[in-house]
């Protein structure tokens, strides 16, 4: 069996840096992964179909760009953001009013280890994208979200992967600098601090999710509960 480097944490809220503030981390992410926050929101749209006017709980929505996608196309959700970061709030804030989008989504300061404040069975859906490999104690984050969803509720959970094979390896190597230029070693350590699909497996199974499934692609894994 192929052996897999341990994880190295990136851990908790993504601030304001001296080299960069979170309005042109915003701004980066926006031109680089563009195309990933739609299809995000498409992926959530098909593949856990959300009720008409389903209230949604983001998890770790940074500049909110996967959030606002799905509201974009999806106007009857309502979406409340639960971010780590008040920089990524304010920044979130802002993109949300640029999109029209102010009075739709509303943000919070917290983590999802406490979720400080959310009542038990009040959200239809949970989403999150590459905010995982950020939690310290992502334990928590699922029993938290096991608390808000409503009964039949639905998640969907996306981050990259930590065991990636020689494909996924070579795409990150050579391709990576080429497209994500400086931000390449953010992608590389995002990697590192990722999950494998056994190790959210044996975390679910320890909490008895027994309804959430954990799908793996070339770079990415998702965990789904429909
Ligand atoms: C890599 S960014 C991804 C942001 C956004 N979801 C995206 O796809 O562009 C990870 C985000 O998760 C937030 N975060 C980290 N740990 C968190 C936690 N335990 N609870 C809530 N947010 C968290 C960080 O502050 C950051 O905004």
Request: charged share 30%; proline share 5%.
């Amino acid at each position: 069996m192929k052996k897999i480097k341990p994880r190295i944490p990136e851990g908790g809220a993504i601030e304001d840096q001296p080299e960069m503030t979170m309005e042109q981390y915003s701004e980066i992410m926006k031109k680089q992964l563009g195309k990933e926050y739609i299809r995000f929101a498409k992926n959530v749209i098909e593949k856990v179909s959300p009720n008409p006017h389903s209230k949604v709980l983001e998890i770790g929505p940074g500049p909110g760009w996967a959030g606002i996608q799905l509201l974009l196309k999806r106007p009857d959700l309502e979406l409340n953001g639960l971010e780590a970061s008040a920089d990524m709030i304010r920044v979130a804030q802002n993109n949300a009013k640029k999109e029209g989008l102010a009075d739709g989504i509303k943000y919070t300061k917290a983590v999802g280890e406490e979720m400080k404040g959310v009542p038990d069975n009040s959200y239809d859906l949970v989403i999150s994208r590459d905010s995982l490999h950020h939690w310290i104690n992502p334990e928590k984050v699922f029993l938290q979200i096991k608390r808000v969803l409503k009964e039949n509720g639905k998640v969907y959970i996306h981050d990259h992967r930590r065991d990636l094979n020689l494909f996924g390896r070579l795409i990150v190597n050579i391709i990576g600098p080429l497209a994500a230029g400086k931000m390449v070693k953010y992608w590389k350590s995002s990697i590192a601090a990722a999950y494998t699909k056994e190790e959210i497996e044996e975390i679910l199974k320890k909490i008895d999710c027994k309804d959430w499934n954990v799908q793996t692609e070339l770079m990415d894994l998702t965990i789904l509960k429909k």
